[in-house]
């Protein structure tokens, strides 16, 4: 019997390169397959994808990872059609038996013990979930040296403010759970694209359930590397930024005068981490480059949030995935048949 399922969703696959998907791919099966060789564990590797994601592609990534045909690990395809990135997240217990799930995603690269580390924390009794490190990948190009800057994952250079915060902070591409505990509290199903831990975590506290931070279980995540891609995740942001204070109950007047101040907020602490890490990591010659992306980002946030907070109705939670599991489908690879 599988019992423990690495669930690793593909929306964010499409921003890879397909070498580079073909890589990752190729060494995740080969770590998940050493362990489960290692601590004699049945392990289960489930790829969830939706309607934008075309089956092919994926069975393509699969053919070129040669470690698959040699390894003892299970691979299933969930299709999940109209699903957002959380909710591909949230349906993962409903389709599989095993007792631990450990999250990944397509764009993160996890560091040696990142596994072993959220296992063992979660074969403990008294520990729910385990919660890991994630900071951006080494950048590739000018735009990923912007993108380390403005956005919220924090760079490899230990002066950079965001490490204090990440300790405290909740990443949904590096985290493992209890089967049990993610059926019994679920993931909240909410008008938003990313902004659900906070209320998770309350959840969870009212009902006692354990929650550990690993802060050396480290995944590095991928920056966005064109223009498009980082002004697109600024505008998806500050969406995201105006949900949370609505979410918390605050009023337009409320949520507009919230907006207002990040306006003023975001752009001082992009300029306190360029002039602390920008300036003594990257070239000079990107400087101006930089710091001008870097600022747009922030703005375009800050608009976007002002925007929603006097425009924005946002729909309430909905209750339960029913509707999304009744549509989901497992999917067994036809290169491998149903190993």
Aim: charged share 25%.
């Amino acid at each position: 019997m599988v019992d423990i399922c690495c669930v690793l969703e593909w929306e964010n696959a499409v921003g890879i390169e397909r070498i580079a998907s073909h890589n990752y791919l190729n060494d995740l099966i080969i770590r998940l397959d050493n362990f489960g060789r290692s601590m004699a564990h049945e392990i289960e590797l489930m790829i969830i994808y939706d309607e934008t994601i075309k089956r092919s592609d994926l069975e393509e990534n699969l053919l070129h990872a040669e470690a698959l045909h040699a390894a003892t690990i299970k691979v299933k395809f969930l299709r999940a059609p109209n699903t957002r990135y959380m909710d591909k997240k949230a349906l993962a217990p409903h389709f599989t038996r095993a007792n631990i799930l450990i999250y990944a995603d397509s764009d993160c690269y996890y560091n040696l013990g990142w596994l072993e580390q959220h296992i063992k924390t979660l074969k403990t009794e008294t520990i729910g979930v385990s919660s890991g490190n994630t900071v951006a990948l080494k950048s590739t190009n000018i735009v990923a040296e912007a993108c380390t800057l403005a956005w919220f994952f924090p760079s490899e250079d230990p002066r950079d403010r965001l490490h204090s915060k990440a300790n405290k902070r909740f990443f949904a591409n590096n985290f493992a759970a209890k089967r049990q505990v993610l059926l019994d509290v679920p993931l909240p199903r909410l008008d938003a694209s990313r902004a659900h831990y906070a209320l998770w975590k309350k959840r969870l506290d009212e009902r006692q359930i354990c929650v550990k931070k690993l802060p050396e279980a480290k995944a590095s995540h991928k920056q966005y590397d064109t223009v498009f891609d980082l002004f697109q995740r600024a505008y998806l942001l500050g969406r995201d930024k105006d949900f949370g204070v609505a979410n918390d109950g605050a009023g337009r007047v409320k949520r507009l005068s919230r907006a207002i101040t990040a306006l003023f907020e975001l752009t001082f602490k992009f300029l306190a981490r360029f002039f602390t890490v920008g300036v003594c990591t990257m070239p000079v010659l990107h400087w101006p480059v930089i710091l001008s992306l870097g600022l747009a980002f922030q703005w375009i946030v800050a608009v976007r949030q002002i925007l929603c907070a006097m425009f924005k109705k946002y729909q309430p939670e909905r209750v339960g995935y029913d509707d999304l599991i009744a549509l989901a489908e497992i999917q067994y690879p036809i290169i491998i048949g149903s190993k």
